[in-house]
């Protein structure tokens, strides 16, 4: 069984420019969620989907954006980027909100 | 602020023995909790999941769980040197919309002694 797949693994931006991530789920599973990962705040949650619908969002700028397919891939959008935008982005599969989540191996952005 | 503490090490531990690493949490209703492993430049790994109070065991692993106390916390068993790692808890919290998504703690760096 595939696991979560990330693409790209590795990006350098300028700041100023956008950014899409890809993100495929677990065959089967409909949820999706986005996490940063920085040295100084840890893991934080970006957003949900769930059939192609957002559920949920933290608290991050509207610059954040995403969206979800009809099969479950989903994209995250990052617009005008700032140097803090330097992260490792996260995706998490899952059957549904509340249950196991599985992480892909993530993109390392970094914006210079 | 809802939040998910955890003690940050290094936690040092002797190769064979037991590592006891603790979570506690801010939000009442949370119903479901994760513990993932990280290495260093990797993603994190779901170990195990746990969602009523008590003892839950795989393996060489135990999480426990304490609403009341709004605690939870992982037991690794026969520790080997491969556990050495960064140990995330993850609690879904709630707001009024709903479920907010997984809240992490910044994880306790664990260190297996050979």
Redesign the interface.
């Known amino acids: 069984k595939a696991g979560v797949t990330q693409t790209p693994r590795y990006l350098i931006k300028t700041r100023g420019q956008q950014v899409t991530l890809s993100c495929s789920p677990i065959s089967g599973h409909r949820s999706v969620s986005w996490y940063q990962q920085t040295p100084g705040q840890g893991l934080q949650f970006l957003f949900e989907y769930f059939s192609e619908t957002q559920r949920n969002k933290g608290n991050f700028p509207g610059r954040f954006s995403g969206r979800q397919f009809s099969n479950s891939r989903s994209e995250m959008n990052v617009s005008t980027l700032e140097l803090g935008d330097s992260a490792l982005y996260l995706c998490a599969s899952s059957a549904g909100t509340g249950v196991e989540a599985f992480f892909g191996q993530g993109t390392r952005l970094t914006v210079v | 602020q809802k939040e998910v503490e955890q003690n940050s090490g290094p936690l040092s531990v002797p190769e064979g023995a037991i590592a006891s690493l603790n979570c506690t949490y801010s939000d009442r209703v949370s119903?479901?909790f994760?513990w993932?492993r990280q290495y260093s430049g990797?993603?994190?790994?779901?170990i195990m999941?746990i969602y009523s109070n008590g003892d839950k065991e795989d393996g060489r692993f135990t999480a426990q769980l304490n609403k009341a106390s709004q605690y939870v916390s992982l037991l690794i068993r026969d520790s080997q040197p491969s556990d050495s790692a960064t140990y995330?808890c993850?609690v879904?919290m709630y707001s009024g919309?709903?479920?907010?998504?997984?809240?992490?703690?910044?994880?306790t760096h664990l260190i297996i002694q050979p």
């Open positions: 119903q479901s994760f993932y990797k993603s994190p790994e779901l999941s995330l993850a879904l919309g709903g479920a907010d998504g997984l809240t992490f703690g910044k994880g």
